[in-house]
């Protein structure tokens, strides 16, 4: 009896602990809403589980706002046509990113698509379209 209680608990604390490591796209981002940001590609992180970017958005008033992005893993990303290559390429240049924004850090944003300056779109995260309400930054 009191092995299978061990056993039971040690099983319960393993599987809670990957799910409490990884939070849910609904719980960090608002997938009702679409921004476009565009200003210079600084970083890029690529590495699973997703790939981020950093993107410093000029405002109307000359501040300057750090945007940091997440994508999809990095094998989800190639699969769709977006390589590594393609993001560094394009460090210190003007971008425009397609993503939905963040709940509680307004900076943050899931994103689904990064346009470069010679127009080619890269699609870099989940669904192109979610039917969120599109808004300009």
């Keep these: 009896m009191r092995k ?27 997938g009702g809403k679409i921004v476009y940001v565009t200003g210079t590609l600084t970083k890029v992180d690529w590495s ?13 008033d000359g501040k300057v706002t750090s945007w940091n992005f997440e994508g999809s893993a990095t094998t989800l990303v190639e699969r769709n046509g977006t390589h590594r290559s393609d993001l560094v390429s394009n460090i210190g240049k003007e971008v425009t990113v397609r993503a939905c924004p963040g709940k509680n850090i307004v ?16 699609i870099v995260g989940g669904s192109r379209y979610r ?7």
């Excluded at 699973?48 to 109307?60: D, L, M, Q, T, W």
């Excluded at 943050?108 to 779109?121: C, F, N, P, V, Y």
């Excluded at 039917?131 to 930054?137: A, I, L, R, S």
Aim: proline share 3%; hydrophobic share 40%; aromatic share 10%.
């Design 131 to 137: 039917g969120g309400e599109d808004t300009k930054n």
């Design 4 to 30: 299978t209680y061990w056993i039971a608990l040690l099983g319960t604390v393993a599987l809670a602990i990957p799910l409490a490591a990884h939070h849910g796209f609904q719980a960090e981002y608002d």
């Design 48 to 60: 699973n589980p997703h790939i981020h970017f950093y993107v410093e958005a000029k405002e109307s």
């Design 107 to 122: 900076t943050r944003g899931a994103a689904e698509t990064i346009k470069t300056a010679d127009g080619q779109e890269l």
